[in-house]
């Protein structure tokens, strides 16, 4: 009986995957669709699946029964009326924009400078990729010395320009949001302007050239030219920033640990702490998809102003 029903479940199992390999083998996909579509089970559908399904019930990882409650929405309710996790999204909100704004002009301006051949390009296009190859932990360790009120770098420069600092530039709730966004800016900006700078070195010269002909300045070759040809890789580097700069973490934790007060949370060291210190999974799972959205919206912007910029030109 019991090889009997291990066969049918077999069969069973192989009738059902019988219509996805149809598909795949009318799209072409069939030989290499299948590990690509194992890792996306494992890594990417199931979690987001499971994180979906705990968000609806109050489960903690303190509770010995380990049972979970049916919640309904009261976790996503929970949500919008916490104050500290209103703070920490409009925190995220703002280093966001303020990051990405930053690292995306810098970028630019970067790789305008270096598109041109000089002597010694190479070399500031090699030094470029020094913040790159540091760990954000030891960037984050490397810039709360630097910050210190008491012996830091940053604070005595500050000291000495007749500024006063108080307890630090991230120990004042004025300061220490921009002190966190200027680590960040000055990590990532690189990447940034590498990412631009191979898209305006993948451009051809004779679009500039007939623009030059026709008595385009430089700016409207800029403007009118290389920016509109510039808009996938500019897209992209907003994606990967936006992703990124969302998930922000390692600087919040060691440098401020979200604080002076709140002033530094943001939704992911504040969902950290909820799952991993208080171990309340359900509500940290409920917000984990609340961000997830959030991400989602800011992409559906991104492509919309991105599209109406190509557009106008």
């Given at each position: 009986?019991?090889?009997?029903?291990?066969?049918?479940?077999?069969?069973?199992?192989?009738?059902?995957?019988?219509?996805?390999?149809?598909?795949?083998?009318?799209?072409?996909?069939?030989?290499?669709?299948?590990?690509?579509?194992?890792?996306?089970?494992?890594?990417?559908?199931?979690?987001?699946?499971?994180?979906?399904?705990?968000?609806?019930?109050?489960?903690?990882?303190?509770?010995p029964t380990q049972t979970q409650?049916?919640?309904?929405?009261?976790?996503?309710?929970?949500?919008?009326?916490?104050?500290?996790?209103?703070?920490?999204?409009?925190?995220?909100?703002?280093?966001?924009?303020?990051?990405?704004?930053?690292?995306?002009?810098?970028?630019?301006?970067?790789?305008?400078?270096?598109?041109?051949?000089?002597?010694?390009?190479?070399?500031?296009?090699?030094?470029?990729?020094?913040?790159?190859?540091?760990?954000?932990?030891?960037?984050?360790?490397?810039?709360?010395?630097?910050?210190?009120?008491?012996?830091?770098?940053?604070?005595?420069?500050?000291?000495?320009?007749?500024?006063?600092?108080?307890?630090?530039?991230?120990?004042?709730?004025?300061?220490?949001?921009l002190a966190l966004v200027i680590?960040?800016?000055?990590?990532?900006?690189?990447?940034?302007?590498?990412?631009?700078?191979?898209?305006?070195?993948?451009?051809?010269?004779?679009?500039?050239?007939?623009?030059?002909?026709?008595?385009?300045?430089?700016?409207?070759?800029?403007?009118?030219?290389?920016?509109?040809?510039?808009?996938?890789?500019?897209?992209?580097?907003?994606?990967?920033?936006?992703?990124?700069?969302?998930?922000?973490?390692?600087?919040?934790?060691?440098?401020?640990?979200?604080?002076?007060?709140?002033?530094?949370?943001?939704?992911?060291?504040?969902?950290?702490?909820?799952?991993?210190?208080?171990?309340?999974?359900?509500?940290?799972?409920?917000?984990?998809?609340?961000?997830?959205?959030?991400?989602?919206?800011?992409?559906?912007?991104?492509?919309?102003?991105?599209?109406?910029?190509?557009?106008?030109?």
């Amino acid at each position: 009986m019991g090889e009997y029903t291990g066969a049918t479940a077999d069969r069973s199992a192989a009738a059902a995957a019988r219509p996805v390999a149809k598909w795949l083998k009318r799209l072409g996909l069939l030989p290499w669709a299948a590990p690509a579509l194992l890792f996306m089970l494992c890594f990417a559908f199931y979690p987001l699946g499971y994180s979906l399904y705990i968000s609806f019930f109050n489960y903690s990882l303190t509770d010995p029964t380990q049972t979970q409650e049916f919640a309904g929405l009261a976790n996503y309710l929970k949500a919008f009326a916490d104050p500290a996790f209103r703070v920490a999204a409009l925190n995220s909100v703002l280093f966001v924009i303020l990051a990405v704004g930053a690292q995306t002009v810098l970028g630019l301006a970067i790789a305008v400078l270096l598109n041109r051949d000089r002597p010694g390009t190479p070399l500031v296009r090699t030094l470029l990729l020094a913040p790159l190859t540091l760990t954000p932990i030891v960037v984050a360790l490397v810039w709360r010395a630097l910050y210190n009120a008491d012996y830091g770098v940053v604070s005595y420069y500050l000291k000495a320009l007749g500024v006063n600092v108080g307890r630090g530039p991230i120990g004042e709730p004025s300061t220490a949001l921009l002190a966190l966004v200027i680590v960040d800016v000055w990590q990532w900006t690189p990447l940034v302007a590498l990412m631009l700078l191979a898209g305006l070195r993948s451009q051809s010269a004779d679009l500039f050239e007939a623009a030059q002909i026709d008595g385009a300045s430089g700016w409207q070759q800029f403007w009118c030219v290389a920016l509109p040809l510039l808009r996938p890789i500019l897209i992209v580097a907003l994606l990967i920033r936006t992703m990124d700069v969302f998930k922000l973490f390692d600087s919040v934790f060691i440098v401020t640990g979200g604080g002076p007060g709140y002033a530094t949370e943001v939704m992911n060291h504040y969902i950290f702490k909820t799952g991993l210190t208080f171990f309340d999974m359900g509500y940290a799972a409920a917000m984990s998809n609340l961000l997830l959205v959030l991400i989602g919206l800011f992409t559906a912007v991104y492509f919309r102003a991105i599209g109406q910029l190509g557009v106008t030109q």
